[in-house]
């Protein structure tokens, strides 16, 4: 495998996990500013991203060791159920 193809396949592997983490992160911010509910989370939004995409990555990555495919629906529920209780235990703390 050249530098070229393990480049590609680790940044095809890294994609959906920065989405997801981007995209939650940035809906709660949204999502808590538009509410009623003024409680916001005492970490910044680039902490908040970097420990979601954290723990986005470990559940990816349990998900590619334990089913041999990164591309399973368990391991993207996984990551969501994950990234869904980082930011609720972010707004309750």
Known sequence: MTAYLLINHLLNF?????ALALMVVLMTRIFYRSSKQKRHAKIGPGRQLLI????NLTFF??????FGSDARML???????????CLWRFVRA
């Open 61 to 66: 990555t349990a998900g590619l060791l334990l």
């Open 52 to 55: 979601v995409f954290a723990v």
């Open 75 to 85: 391991s993207y529920f996984a990551m969501a159920l994950g990234s869904a209780a």
């Open 14 to 18: 890294l994609a959906p996990v920065a």
